[in-house]
């Protein structure tokens, strides 16, 4: 019989049945896969999608939490529609992109210099590979959980058993100077870098672990990175990519106030549209210079890069979000407390032991203790995760299965309390649920692998 989900979303059904015919899976990025189908959208705005059937959810996920401002937001839309008389695609430099060079360099603590690039994943490559020239080594230190997009090299321990390649087709060379460190555990990180042989050219860590749980980074191990990469000359670099101008206007950066060598922004910055760039200080960027004749790093290509529309986009937002600075962020902060505090108080009342990890607008609800790093986040029930946020879908709130969600400008107080009243429900309905159930249970939801 089919359940609530299925119910109320017959068209999204349909649309699955076909998206399976012409892609993998059904889907275009593997986050959005869970089952028992992904809702399919026809419209967003502010703090609300449609669905293909006409169902409208307030969103949390929020496009990969790239949407800091909300769906559209007026500001940036009317700049989009200005500049579409000027052209979508120039492939050649533009005013456009120096002022949001420099809007991210005003903003940015460690960024003298950028690159613009199109995805994340573009970034961190192009990161790896300053650090690895500047400092002539080449070993980088990840985090077990650390998620830095589809990139190669990086794509290994990113899940549970934390050390080894993500995937199929990657070969074991291809990721021969990448080693894995655990999260909050300076220990772990000097133990890599001690690995490493002298030859550890970065640490290259998420100040709030992403996909590996939504967990902010203690203060003194960034401080001690910090310290460790000094004595032994080698660049720390922070992936920002879901912080930057989303915690803080400069990023985790500005709110731990510890200064990374090399950072990669995206989401937030492109305004909505594609985006990634690689930022920092002058010595190492500028490696990057074309006209160099020795010692040339050679990143920066992509044909969409710095494309009019992104920069439009971006710098609506960047500018947006630096006039009203001392509004936004502070609202975000005590929203995302609010919802933090909320939810867990509404499953504690009910005897259900969960932890909403996060900070500022960001959160993730763990069914089980608070996790310091991502091997005890990946211990926590992930069965009671797919049901929560399939849970929520049902009643008109969206959370992507098992990923953090990021609150925004565009959300108010009563979508708040609506998220806080519905998690109440669910832990309701799955003590009737075990009340009633005779021996354990067993989950055949398959849950989808995190990345954000
Ligand atoms: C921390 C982090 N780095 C890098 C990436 C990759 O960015 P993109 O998806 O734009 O390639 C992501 C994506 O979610 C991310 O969360």
Not at 209 to 236: M, T
Not at 280 to 297: C, N, Q, T
Not at 340 to 352: C, I, N, Q, T
Request: hydrophobic share 40%.
């Amino acid at each position: 019989m089919a359940g609530a989900y299925e119910r109320r979303t017959r068209e999204s059904a349909r649309l699955f049945a076909r998206a399976r015919k012409v892609f993998a899976g059904g889907v275009n990025h593997n986050a959005r896969f869970y089952e028992p189908y992904p809702i399919f959208v026809r419209r967003a705005e502010g703090s609300k999608v449609w669905d293909e059937d006409g169902n409208a959810y307030t969103d949390y996920w929020m496009g990969h939490m790239a949407l800091i401002l909300g769906h559209s937001p007026e500001v940036v839309v009317a700049a989009l529609a200005s500049q579409l008389s000027h052209g979508t695609h120039y492939g050649m430099p533009s005013r456009l992109s120096v002022e949001l060079g420099e809007e991210v360099s005003r903003s940015v603590p460690c960024a003298e210099m950028t690159r613009f690039c199109n995805t994340g994943a573009e970034a961190t490559m192009y990161l790896v590979r300053l650090a690895r020239a500047y400092t002539r080594k080449r070993v980088v230190v990840k985090m077990a959980g650390g998620w830095h997009g589809y990139n190669t090299e990086l794509n290994k321990g990113v899940h549970s058993p934390f050390d080894r390649a993500e995937s199929a087709g990657i070969v074991a060379d291809e990721q021969a100077h990448v080693l894995t460190a655990r999260f909050n555990d300076l220990a772990s990180a000097e133990d890599a870098v001690r690995r490493a042989e002298g030859d550890a050219a970065a640490i290259l860590l998420e100040p709030v672990l992403g996909a590996g749980g939504c967990i902010p980074a203690d203060s003194d191990y960034l401080r001690g990175l910090r310290e460790l990469a000094d004595r032994k000359s080698i660049v720390l670099a922070f992936d920002e990519v879901i912080t930057g101008f989303r915690v803080a206007l400069g990023g985790a950066q500005e709110m731990y106030g510890v200064e990374p060598d090399l950072a990669t922004l995206g989401k937030i910055v492109g305004g909505g549209l594609p985006i990634g760039l690689v930022c920092g200080g002058r010595e190492i960027v500028s490696l990057a210079d074309p006209a160099r004749r020795r010692d040339f790093v050679s990143i920066g290509g992509g044909t969409f890069s710095e494309n009019p529309m992104t920069m439009t986009a971006g710098l609506a937002t960047l500018r947006y979000l630096r006039r009203n600075a001392g509004s936004v962020y502070p609202r975000l902060e005590r929203m995302g407390g609010k919802l933090r505090r909320g939810v867990d108080a509404e499953f504690s009342a009910r005897g259900v032991q969960t932890f909403t990890s996060g900070v500022g607008s960001l959160f993730l609800t763990h069914f089980g203790r608070k996790p310091r790093n991502a091997e005890e986040a990946a211990a926590e029930d992930k069965e009671a995760s797919h049901s929560y946020a399939l849970h929520l879908m049902s009643r008109g709130a969206f959370l992507l299965p098992g990923h953090a969600g990021g609150v925004s400008t565009a959300h108010s107080e009563s979508d708040i309390d609506t998220l806080v009243r519905l998690s109440g429900e669910f832990a309701d309905g799955r003590r009737k649920k075990e009340d009633g159930d005779a021996g354990p249970r067993r989950s055949r939801a398959s849950h989808p692998r995190r990345t954000s």
